[in-house]
């Protein structure tokens, strides 16, 4: 079973306008990852934000994390046609060295 | 440096057939896991090995799914008399230690006729 849920499940934006997406999950975690997939390829990590922080940047990257709601965000700025792709959060349980749990990812289209 | 290598990218089998999915994670990497991913679907967890030790089979479907880490590198998983629903992609990923990332491989997707 799927623990997380992103939304929204689709997207689509112009290039130079950012894009937003939201995770939701269901039990403690240790960590929450974020993770892009081009259509017909592996899984590219993108961030790893832990329990204990709020706010991460990587580039044009922006991750929150509000663990009292069991939720994260990842903002995209300054969007290009080549973040099109699919997005899916993962979460790291707290009870210990257990697999990624993924939600069912958020498929974004950038248009040029 | 060298990712994660999974081969075949791509496997057609008819049903009944068993098929081998090879996975080579990066050197030195202590764990391995393996993952099945529906069409539209996020990666659902379906095995996990610390060096040779398979630590965790729970996500394993059926009995018909075997895994195995012999020597703590290069993982095989094998579906035995493959069935329509085992068609998916099959991903595998490492990780170097107990709460980093874990980096996958491209896959191989799996179409049972």
């Known amino acids: 079973s799927q623990q997380g849920e992103e939304d929204p499940q689709a997207l689509s934006i112009q290039e130079g306008e950012n894009a937003t997406m939201n995770c939701s999950y269901k039990?403690?975690?240790?960590?929450l990852q974020w993770y892009r997939q081009n259509s017909g390829r592996g899984l590219v990590h993108l961030i790893l934000?832990?329990?204990?922080?709020r706010e991460k940047h990587s580039g044009r990257l922006r991750v929150t994390l509000d663990t009292s709601k069991k939720s994260s965000s990842l903002l995209i700025t300054a969007s290009r046609a080549a973040d099109t792709a699919s997005y899916f959060c993962?979460?790291?349980?707290?009870?210990?060295?257990?697999?990624?749990?993924f939600g069912k990812g958020t498929r974004l289209s950038v248009i040029a | 440096g060298a990712g994660v290598s999974q081969s075949p990218r791509y496997k057609v089998a008819k049903r009944g057939q068993d098929v081998a999915l090879r996975c080579d994670p990066i050197?030195?990497?202590?764990?391995l896991f393996w993952y099945q991913q529906a069409l539209g679907q996020g990666p659902e967890f379906l095995t996990y090995?610390?060096?040779?030790?398979?630590?965790?089979k729970s996500g394993l479907p059926s009995d018909r799914f075997f895994a195995e880490r012999p020597e703590g590198s290069v993982s095989t998983l094998k579906i035995q008399r493959t069935q329509q629903e085992d068609s998916a992609v099959y991903l595998c990923?490492?990780?170097?230690?107990?709460?980093?990332?874990?980096?996958f491989g491209p896959g191989t997707r799996l179409t049972v006729l």
């Open positions: 990923a490492s990780r170097q230690g107990g709460y980093n990332e874990q980096f």
């Open positions: 039990t403690s975690i240790n960590n």
């Open positions: 934000i832990r329990s204990n922080e």
């Open positions: 993962a979460t790291d349980e707290r009870s210990g060295n257990t697999p990624l749990v």
């Open positions: 050197s030195g990497h202590v764990s």
């Open positions: 090995f610390q060096n040779e030790a398979q630590l965790d």
